[in-house]
């Protein structure tokens, strides 16, 4: 018995440590220990046997195997329920504590209604033991952490919040009695915090939260490194994406890229533990260096996700299949950003995955089918394939609809997005009334979102104002068209002031369409003066990127040449793009 209990005792110090191969087999020596004394007096050791189950249930979860951690997980709990019925005071904490780490488990497992049932079950007994006794508070705060988790999982956002909320405020008030024991939980809740707010497009709160989680897991480091760099890693990639969300692109990537090699080094102790961290970061790292125009390295980084997803999959195809799916959307968008038409096969492929899961999970997933749909259908206007691609987005659109009734904090932004192509869809197809009333409706969903946050969507209003102008030129409505392009200008002007190397190329363009839509209406000296300064713009841009710049360029310098003709200065067309500049400012 007592190699048994020290065994126990071991275990949870390994698992602390990340010693988790090791951990998991002293914890099956233990059980099996346990198993033969419960044999001959289960009265007596049949509580240690259900603890030391519950410590395997962990070991073999670290491990990422979580059907065997489940199997072990739900044995430990019909032998806390028997017990409770002969000795509640005794044992409804640990019954607590498991039916906690049960929904942890069915969450991995992506059994989210199930893994909900779980944690809360378990916070209305921990709730119970906390009135009587508040020794038990931060098992509550715990699972309340846990509870947020859930409730996101099934996109129950506003409840999510809620509920880490309420942790939070528990464990502060820990941390001020107990800093040694409970800052590691603070750190912990302040992260998911972040990525609650996160999902409320509450962007700048985010942020604070996830830099306060990790000023206190750098000092946790600091200590023992061994506990917490995976976690400060995982935190250092929640604050690359919480920085991309504000636009702040090259921060963003230096925050993820700190994390990498923290990961690498995690992965190459002990693969079996941190090679989902490792996928997840890298997937992380692709979009950040897109948001860059840094698509070949997108590409790569992205590919060396699905790789270890696929491998994973391959293992457990439950727990990693939603990962998979979210990464081959991303493949996708990288292919489309480097004009490879591969895109449209990998964006199906997760497309075909995000259903699957959507006729298990709907509640889950099928904000990831809507996003996966419209991204689809983008890849196909690009392929000329108009029909398919506007059934492709109205059915995005559609799902979207559903759950901006739900949920219109989180999902008016994707709304907005998809009702834009919708518009420039509808456009290709020259159904130009149509288009006008869906980027209309996109305009007026981006402007309640600025009033909201206009460092975030800025610069989505100003792109679908440009894309008004010109259906209002198309349908000949040129006064109404100047109006909105001149509004677009103004706001690009704005953001190319605090970031040119992001907007310069988008206020190049709405500078060319304004020119287009003055010279309609006569007034070719203010025309050209927009056309010069596209072009000007585009001359700089091309510098920097020929590839992606030259044919935009090249267009604006044939429209000057269209506006200098209806000067009637024929005779000094200019052969090149420069030459055009400096003849027209003689």
Request: net charge negative.
């Given at each position: ?183 590691p939980n603070l750190a912990s809740q302040l ?43 995982l935190q250092l990639c929640n604050l690359g ?66 790789t270890l997803y696929r491998s994973l999959v ?273």
């Amino acid at each position: 018995m007592k190699t048994a209990r020290f065994l126990g005792w071991i275990v949870l110090h390994l698992g602390f440590i990340g010693r988790f191969i090791e951990a998991r087999d002293c914890a099956f020596d233990a059980v099996l220990m346990w198993r033969s004394l419960v044999a001959e007096d289960p009265d007596s050791h049949t509580p240690n046997l259900a603890d030391q189950l519950g410590d395997l249930g962990v070991s073999l979860s670290d491990l990422n195997l979580h059907q065997e951690s489940l199997a072990i997980t739900q044995e430990s709990i019909t032998l806390y329920r028997s017990l409770v019925d002969k000795d509640s005071t005794s044992y409804t904490p640990d019954l607590g504590r498991q039916l906690g780490n049960l929904g942890i488990l069915l969450s991995d497992l992506n059994q989210h209604e199930e893994s909900l049932r779980a944690t809360q079950e378990s916070i209305t007994l921990h709730r119970s033991i906390v009135d009587e006794n508040p020794a038990y508070t931060p098992d509550l705060a715990r699972q309340l952490g846990n509870l947020g988790n859930r409730l996101s999982n099934l996109n129950r956002h506003e409840e999510s919040l809620g509920a880490v909320q309420e942790s939070l405020t528990l464990y502060r008030s820990l941390v001020e009695k107990n800093p040694t024991s409970y800052t590691p939980n603070l750190a912990s809740q302040l992260g998911n915090l972040g990525v609650r707010l996160s999902k409320l497009n509450r962007y700048k709160e985010s942020l604070a939260a996830t830099q306060e989680s990790i000023i206190l897991y750098r000092s946790l480091v600091d200590k023992n490194p061994a506990s917490y760099t995976h976690r400060l890693a995982l935190q250092l990639c929640n604050l690359g994406v919480r920085l991309s969300n504000l636009n702040r692109y090259e921060e963003s990537l230096a925050a993820t890229q700190e994390s990498i090699p923290i990961c690498r080094s995690l992965v190459d102790k002990n693969p079996a533990s941190y090679t989902p961290q490792l996928a997840h970061q890298l997937g992380s790292l692709g979009a950040q260096l897109s948001d860059l125009d840094r698509h070949e390295e997108s590409l790569c980084v992205t590919q060396e996700s699905i790789t270890l997803y696929r491998s994973l999959v391959g293992k457990n195809p439950a727990s990693y299949t939603p990962d998979l799916a979210c990464q081959l959307g991303n493949l996708g968008i990288s292919f489309v950003n480097l004009n490879r038409h591969e895109s449209l096969g990998v964006t199906q492929e997760s497309i075909t995955l995000y259903r699957s899961l959507v006729d298990k999970n709907p509640a889950s997933y099928t904000p990831q089918l809507a996003r996966q749909l419209g991204s689809l259908g983008v890849q196909l206007s690009n392929l000329d394939r108009h029909e398919e691609s506007l059934g492709t987005t109205q059915e995005s659109i559609t799902l979207y609809r559903s759950l901006v009734d739900k949920d219109p904090a989180s999902y008016t932004p994707d709304l907005a997005n998809q009702l834009g192509s919708l518009g420039v869809q509808l456009s290709n197809l020259n159904r130009y009334e149509e288009s006008l009333g869906a980027t209309q409706e996109s305009i007026t969903l981006y402007r309640t979102l600025v009033d909201r946050n206009s460092a975030s969507y800025t610069p989505d209003l100003a792109s679908q104002l440009g894309n008004l102008g010109v259906w209002l030129s198309n349908l000949n409505r040129y006064e109404e068209s100047l109006g909105v392009l001149q509004e677009s200008i103004s706001l690009y002007r704005s953001l190319v002031s605090n970031d040119p190397a992001s907007y310069n190329s988008d206020l190049a363009y709405v500078l060319d369409d304004l020119g287009q839509c003055l010279s309609h209406l006569n007034r070719l000296t203010e025309s050209r003066e927009a056309i010069q300064e596209s072009l000007l713009l585009y001359e700089a841009l091309v510098i920097e990127n020929p590839t992606l710049h030259s044919h935009n360029r090249d267009e604006v310098h044939r429209h000057l040449n269209k506006c200098l003709l209806g000067w009637g200065r024929d005779t000094e067309l200019p052969e090149t793009a420069q030459e055009s500049i400096s003849d027209t400012n003689e």
